[in-house]
């Protein structure tokens, strides 16, 4: 779906504003939650029909962390992820870039890398320290 296909929608603006806002990588519960007030008729259904089309577009990344529901992010290309296996918080890391992987595996394999996507798994500082 290319940017001037997307039909401009209040709700969907304000999906991106608060993805855009939030170091959470929130679910469509959550986002329903933050915005139901705004738009009293709103339903789950729209939200996520909101998130489909936005990640459809490129604009929104959606996460499968092996939780039981979706997380959402604003596509902000390719990072790192942490996530905790305990609370299911998902934090983005802020590594060294990828370049020194990415010429490796072009070494190995021949295959040139263009994005990524790296997950990181373990037990965040909040669950270490109240275990």
Request: net charge positive.
């Given at each position: ?8 929608s209040?709700?969907r603006e304000?999906i ?7 170091e959470?990588?929130?679910?469509a ?22 998130l ?23 596509n ?5 992820h942490?996530?905790?296996?305990s ?10 870039e990828?370049e ?32």
């Amino acid at each position: 779906m290319t940017e001037k296909k997307l039909r401009r929608s209040r709700q969907r603006e304000r999906i991106l504003e608060l993805l855009r806002r939030t170091e959470q990588h929130p679910t469509a519960a959550w986002l329903y939650d933050n915005l139901r007030d705004e738009f009293p008729r709103l339903s789950l259904g729209t939200v996520y029909r909101n998130l489909g089309i936005l990640v459809e577009s490129g604009k929104v990344r959606k996460l499968d962390s092996g939780s039981t529901f979706d997380r959402f992010e604003i596509n902000r290309g390719d990072h790192v992820h942490f996530v905790c296996r305990s609370c299911g918080r998902i934090f983005d890391l802020d590594v060294p870039e990828t370049e020194e992987f990415q010429r490796a595996v072009l070494k190995q394999t021949g295959n040139r890398v263009t994005g990524h996507r790296i997950e990181l798994y373990g037990e965040c500082e909040q669950c270490r320290a109240s275990a």
